[in-house]
């Protein structure tokens, strides 16, 4: 520190540590990066400090594995012990949590997430697959049926929560009954945001090494399959946002049209999520708050008229 900010002014990211221990068999992270390393409470809670003297209102936290953060140099998962210390930056409006790993996902975080209006009601847990075959040779250490009780609970604790993930499709030896397992996990568990991609063989990996290759045909068609439904899944949840109101952050004026205001909820993390489109006359501030109300759906975005202008 000091840190050059690339974002917009209102937001940032932090990353909180390094490096990984979880060592996927598709990953080459761990030997490029080394293993988990945590920065220290004082040293996060520092950078927070000067990046909200800048004039930064949503903070993103970042890691290989957010969940295992101080593990390393506390001997216990520290987590919790952050967020409780970021909470109390004064003019600190949004924390946003990214990558949290499934596993060992504790009850004191997910107590904290639910009472503590400044954390966001979002997460984004990267799941890879659904199937406990594939989920065993990715090395990811946990099952479907734990992960489908993560879910659900989180649900449960915190009916307004917004849930990402991400998928592999075409792993090594991945079966369509394996495959269908996973479209299965999808439809049941309705998640709110769902990325997806094809495997990719990394050099030096265990998985690049393993029989049952699969074509980039075959790869791409389950691909193509795994979006077209989540797309219904969205379209069918989205509805339910039609005439909804929601505080919602600019984050600036679109480039093809300067009335046309991109914004943000706190269901939607910046650059991977869609926006919540605003049409205005007005000239809005990046990082002002609106309340507006879901008037129209397109696609995967909603668009939204001002109610009023929040303080």
């Known amino acids: 520190m000091p840190r050059l900010q690339t974002t917009p002014p209102h937001y940032a990211y932090i990353r909180i540590a390094e490096g990984c221990d979880n060592c996927c068999t598709f990953c080459v992270i761990p030997q490029l990066r080394g293993g988990y390393r945590s920065r220290t409470i004082e040293n996060i809670i520092q950078e927070a400090r000067n990046l909200v003297a800048q004039g930064v209102k949503e903070i993103i936290l970042i890691a290989q594995d957010t969940t295992q953060y101080g593990k390393d140099?506390?001997?216990?998962?520290?987590?919790?012990?952050?967020?409780?210390?970021?909470?109390?930056?004064?003019?600190?409006?949004?924390?946003?949590?990214?990558?949290?790993?499934?596993?060992?996902?504790?009850?004191?975080?997910?107590?904290?997430?639910?009472?503590?209006?400044?954390?966001?009601?979002?997460?984004?847990?990267?799941?890879?697959?659904?199937?406990?075959?594939?989920?065993?040779?990715?090395?990811?250490?946990?099952?479907?049926?734990?992960?489908?009780?993560?879910?659900?609970?989180?649900?449960?604790?915190?009916?307004?929560?917004?849930?990402?993930?991400?998928?592999?499709?075409?792993?090594?030896?991945?079966?369509?009954?394996?495959?269908?397992?996973?479209?299965?996990?999808?439809?049941?568990?309705?998640?709110?945001?769902?990325?997806?991609?094809?495997?990719?063989?990394?050099?030096?990996?265990?998985?690049?090494?393993?029989?049952?290759?699969?074509?980039?045909?075959?790869?791409?068609?389950?691909?193509?399959?795994?979006?077209?439904?989540?797309?219904?899944?969205?379209?069918?949840?989205?509805?339910?946002?039609?005439?909804k109101e929601m505080i919602v952050q600019v984050d600036g004026p679109s480039e093809d049209d300067p009335n046309l205001w991109l914004c943000r909820s706190e269901g939607e993390a910046p650059e991977i999520d869609p926006y919540i489109l605003v049409h205005s006359c007005k000239n809005f501030q990046p990082g002002q708050l609106l309340l507006v109300r879901i008037s129209h759906i397109q696609d995967y975005d909603f668009i939204g008229e001002v109610v009023r202008e929040l303080t």
Not at 218 to 232: D, T, V
């Open 73 to 243: 140099i506390y001997g216990e998962k520290a987590l919790v012990k952050l967020l409780k210390e970021l909470v109390k930056i004064p003019a600190l409006r949004w924390i946003r949590l990214l990558y949290c790993y499934p596993n060992d996902f504790s009850e004191e975080l997910i107590q904290l997430i639910k009472s503590e209006k400044k954390i966001c009601k979002y997460l984004d847990i990267p799941l890879q697959h659904a199937d406990d075959t594939i989920l065993r040779k990715m090395g990811r250490r946990i099952t479907r049926k734990e992960i489908e009780i993560l879910v659900n609970k989180l649900k449960n604790e915190i009916p307004d929560i917004v849930l990402r993930s991400t998928f592999i499709v075409g792993f090594p030896g991945e079966t369509e009954e394996n495959f269908n397992t996973l479209l299965n996990f999808l439809e049941k568990m309705q998640l709110d945001r769902v990325g997806a991609f094809t495997y990719s063989r990394e050099e030096d990996t265990p998985a690049g090494k393993l029989p049952g290759q699969i074509s980039e045909k075959i790869k791409e068609a389950r691909l193509e399959k795994l979006m077209k439904l989540q797309y219904e899944i969205i379209r069918r949840k989205n509805q339910e946002y039609l005439n």
